[in-house]
């Protein structure tokens, strides 16, 4: 595992170098010294840098598999459907641009590796420890839209209750049915797709 840890590690760092490069761009290139609070880095594609960093501290063999789980299952999601719509990714910078795509990009490979490193024995108990972790973050997701609404545009996880929902498909069902159901649809719909991939690795684990 000190191996893994130390790609982990790396990654995680080189994540959080070009994350302070991007907000340097978006601050004082694209800004004019203004900071955008709208690219604070507390999405779901930011979450796996974070994860990536403590897991080279966590001595807990518990913790360690929860986090694996949750770059396995919904950091592989967040990579991997983000290509189905790209308009997030460009900006009017072009490097901004190739970061966004070498990011997600990265995602992809950590969930993969992350699969290899912990597939033996994934279990539906670690699905729920990750799963939990998710909540987390959007309960803390929502605590920093509420907080940091008034300072600027803020809407992390794309659970702000303070915008309308602007995902595909959950807009429309914000439409028709309200703000917060297009929300807890999009919520659930995040957990039960990380499902499904760590019903694959399971699968893929017996073989």
């Avoid at 080189?14 to 203004?34: D, F, N, P, S, V």
């Avoid at 609070?37 to 999405?43: A, G, S, T």
Wanted: with cysteine.
């Amino acid at each position: 595992m000190i191996k893994h840890k130390k790609i982990f590690f790396c990654c995680g760092f080189l994540m959080l170098l070009t994350e302070i490069w991007k907000q340097w761009c978006l601050t004082y290139r694209l800004g004019g010294g203004h900071y955008n609070w709208w690219y604070f880095p507390f999405q779901l594609c930011s979450i796996p840098m974070y994860v990536c960093l403590l897991l080279c501290f966590i001595s807990s063999v518990k913790i360690r598999r929860v986090l694996l789980t949750f770059l396995m299952d919904y950091g592989l999601l967040a990579g991997i459907f983000t290509f189905f719509d790209t308009s997030g990714l460009h900006h009017a910078y072009t490097l901004l641009t190739i970061h966004s795509y070498a990011w997600h990009i990265l995602l992809i490979f950590l969930g993969i590796y992350a699969g290899y490193t912990h597939m033996a024995d994934a279990t539906l108990k670690d699905f729920a420890g990750s799963a939990f972790l998710y909540l987390s973050c959007c309960l803390i997701a929502t605590i920093l839209n509420l907080a940091l609404y008034p300072y600027g545009t803020i809407n992390m996880f794309y659970i702000s209750p303070r915008f309308r929902m602007t995902q595909k498909v959950f807009r429309h069902i914000a439409l028709f049915l309200g703000n917060y159901a297009g929300i807890a649809a999009y919520i659930c719909a995040t957990i039960t797709g990380a499902f499904f991939i760590h019903l694959i690795w399971l699968k893929a684990g017996k073989h």
